[in-house]
């Protein structure tokens, strides 16, 4: 973006999403952001109900996808480099924070969470390498 009076550059805008885009292929119904601690990993879990998207708004983070073979996806997400990166539901997930500073993740979901909703589940992935991600200390 640019500043009205001497045309300098004093931010960037980055969008996400536009209904008029139809990049999703499902619209969201609730939006939020969470935060990751430095090395720390959210999930691995799987939604029964719940389609979600994903982008990196600050910091860098990876996103560990299972496909329905068993086979692992890596995609980086930074704000640098803000990929939407889509997870169906029935689709196991988890994200790690590969940095050494807070990560902060926006998240388009649909449907929208309830109270005693019961629709995820907690997942292990036994068989992935974990240890690649570990930061320096």
């Known amino acids: ?3 009205i009076i001497d045309n300098h550059i004093n931010g960037s805008l980055t ?3 536009r209904d008029w885009d139809k990049i999703l292929e499902i619209e969201p119904k609730m939006i939020y952001t969470s935060s990751i601690n430095p090395g720390e990993i959210k999930g ?3 939604h029964t109900k719940r389609d979600s998207y994903f982008v990196c708004i600050h910091g860098k983070v990876v996103f560990i996808a299972k496909d329905e073979k ?3 996806h890596e995609i980086e997400t930074s704000e640098e480099n803000p990929v939407l990166i889509q997870i169906p539901k ?3 997930s988890a994200h790690i924070n590969i940095t050494d500073k807070l990560a902060i993740v926006l998240t388009l979901a649909n449907p929208a969470w309830t109270p005693n909703d019961d629709e995820m589940t907690n997942i292990l992935f036994d068989d992935y390498n974990w240890d690649k991600w570990k930061i320096n200390e």
């Open 15 to 17: 969008v996400i999403w």
């Open 44 to 46: 691995p879990h799987l």
């Open 1 to 3: 973006t640019k500043d």
């Open 90 to 92: 029935n689709f196991s």
């Open 70 to 72: 068993g086979k692992y």
